[in-house]
């Protein structure tokens, strides 16, 4: 059965893989032209993706439609607070082992007892759970209160004494976030090709069925639970760092509501519609802020973005990634 | 081995006070095709919920290639060797022919915390899957898309998945359901071929089909079971002829 398996190889590849190694190379040239303001919100655009493909992985490839995404990314922002001491820079292995043991952590707990629940219940249960560590920051001042806390220095990468990568320093973290954003994207993709990836999708289309199969479903959804909680937490790490200050406001509901929508809007089911989605999200929310297209109407730039992703999900029910034709379609297990 | 797969004794199913399944023993046996009639709501898909671990059972036991499998999930019994069919089509209507077979193929893939390998490079659940595509007779239809499939082959497709994940023993839940003539003669050829090396329970409406292959009947009337014995002596027995056969059939 080669030709089958060529078959498989010939489809599944190539020509979705080819815009998405583009879009990667653009970005790794684009400080070389970019200015400081559009690097820094290319930056950002590509920490939202990490984020967005992390809930990608639960809602889009899963099916498990999780409504507290934001604690992890804010427990993983917190965790380069708390690691970092107040003279000098936390070495950033110590910080991502922190921050991702941590959501881990909290994830297992929730994920167990959510995914007991199914549809609605499980959406309610996320997201109280999200609001109890919104509160746990917000109101005491184990994270330093509703005011958050300051980072004076980056974590720096490490080896020993010597220090590898100084993220204050040029574009490193450009070029750092750049490279978390293209191991996420191989990682999840491989991940998603593999058998456990697979399952995943069976799972979505319907547990029942794979049950009778003969796959104990529970620790499928439970693993890809965890999983996202900790790529997640991931891009909490690198939005602290860049913007050097952590606050209770990451990890409300709000936060998680925007990551919905980016996926929503790029397109369930694909990885590259969570990234698309991100970058439409974040562009639109800077163009609506921006005072110089909209003066003082730009105050209102929520109620301009709820409008527009009205009418994108009106008009595009497949999402942004559905403009891309037949290639779109949904992948098979 | 010994032939018989598996035994069924005192199975009971209660929802609240009404009792779907009460009291029912059924015993598998390798090479036999093992019918259960009965009207609407007699519990006859109750009782394969149960069997399959779909539903918890209330009380009874249910023994599974010589192992207790009375309190056994539902994957778990399945990856013993249990495998079923739906009485509705539970197909992936967005993946092939092949990939619907293959993803049920590979609950049976030992390494399960291999993340990194393609499933299309695992050769043994490439075939099983294809052995199981072969066996139902879906081999020209291979590459199609599940959903755009005619009724038949749907029906044909969900017993294929079935046995992708290689199992000993078959539920089969009415896969003649919404059949023409010509596709129910299909199944039943099936159906006689998967007596070899299987032990299958087959739950069916179609009075005629189920006397051409069944080897032995089991006859449920409001949960309990009525009658177990060959064809020809559940044709003849009169509390079977004035429960459920009714009139035109003795004619």
């Known amino acids: 059965m080669t030709t089958m398996a060529a078959d498989d190889a010939m489809r599944t590849r190539l020509p979705k893989l080819l815009p998405v190694l583009i879009a990667f190379a653009l970005l790794a040239a684009f400080p070389a032209f970019g200015s400081t ?296 297990p | 081995m010994s032939d018989i797969l598996l035994v069924a004794t005192g199975v009971s199913r209660h929802f609240g006070g009404l009792k779907a399944v009460d009291d029912v023993s059924v015993t598998l046996t390798r090479g036999e095709l093992h019918a259960v009639i009965g009207t609407n709501g007699a519990g006859k898909s109750t009782l394969v919920n149960v069997l399959s671990g779909e539903i918890p059972i209330t009380t009874g036991a249910i023994t599974l290639l010589g192992h207790d499998a009375t309190r056994w999930t539902q994957p778990r019994r399945s990856r013993a060797g249990l495998g079923r069919s739906y009485q509705r089509n539970t197909i992936f209507p967005q993946f092939t022919v092949f990939e619907n077979c293959r993803l049920t193929a590979q609950a049976r893939w030992p390494k399960v915390w291999d993340w990194w390998t393609p499933t299309s490079r695992c050769a043994d659940s490439r075939e099983a899957a294809l052995r199981a595509i072969e066996r139902a007779g879906l081999m020209p239809v291979v590459q199609r898309l599940a959903g755009t499939l005619s009724h038949g082959q749907k029906r044909q497709l969900e017993i294929a998945m079935c046995l992708a994940t290689d199992p000993q023993v078959l539920l089969l839940d009415e896969p003649l359901a919404g059949m023409g003539a010509e596709e129910t003669e299909r199944m039943l050829a099936l159906l006689g071929e998967l007596k070899d090396g299987h032990a299958v329970l087959l739950i069916e409406h179609d009075m005629d089909a189920v006397f051409r292959v069944a080897d032995r009947i089991t006859v449920m009337v409001n949960g309990r079971v009525i009658a177990s014995d060959t064809p020809a002596a559940v044709r003849a027995s009169p509390a079977v002829q004035l429960a459920y056969l009714g009139d035109e059939f003795v004619a």
Not at chain 1, 67 to 90: E, L, P, R, S
Not at chain 1, 104 to 119: M, Q
Not at chain 1, 188 to 204: E, F, T
Request: contains cysteine.
């Open chain 1, 37 to 332: 303001f559009y690097v820094d919100l290319v930056g950002k655009i590509m920490i939202y993706s990490i984020f967005a493909m992390s809930l990608e992985l639960l809602v889009g490839q899963t099916g498990l439609v999780s409504f507290g995404h934001a604690a992890f990314f804010g427990i993983g922002a917190y965790a380069v607070a708390m690691v970092t001491a107040k003279v000098d820079a936390a070495s950033l292995w110590l910080v991502v082992v922190v921050a991702v043991l941590a959501s881990a952590a909290y994830a297992l707990v929730v994920g167990a007892l959510s995914l007991r629940t199914k549809g609605v219940y499980f959406i309610m249960i996320t997201l109280a759970f999200a609001q109890m560590a919104f509160f746990v920051f917000h109101d005491t001042s184990f994270g330093g209160g509703s005011d958050g806390i300051y980072l004076y220095y980056k974590p720096a990468l490490t080896l020993g004494s010597l220090v590898l990568v100084d993220f204050d320093k040029g574009r490193a973290m450009y070029f750092g976030t750049l490279a978390c954003l293209v191991a996420t994207f191989a990682f999840l993709a491989v991940l998603l090709r593999s058998r456990y990836g697979r399952a995943l999708a069976g799972i979505k289309a319907n547990e029942q069925r794979m049950r009778a199969a003969g796959f104990a479903t529970y620790p499928y959804k439970l693993g890809a639970f965890v999983l996202g909680a900790m790529i997640a937490s991931l891009a909490g790490v690198l939005f602290a760092m860049k913007d050097g200050v952590v606050n209770p406001e990451l990890l409300v509901w709000n936060q998680s509501g925007a990551v919905l929508l980016m996926i929503i809007l790029g397109g369930l089911g694909h990885l590259r519609g969570a990234m698309l989605g991100a970058l439409m999200f974040t562009v639109l929310q800077e163009v609506y802020q921006s005072e110089a297209l909209f003066g003082s109407f730009s105050k209102h730039w929520q109620l301009m973005l709820g409008l527009t992703i009205i009418a994108f999900v009106a008009t595009m029910p497949r999402g942004l990634i559905g403009l891309f034709g037949k290639r779109a379609k949904k992948e098979a």
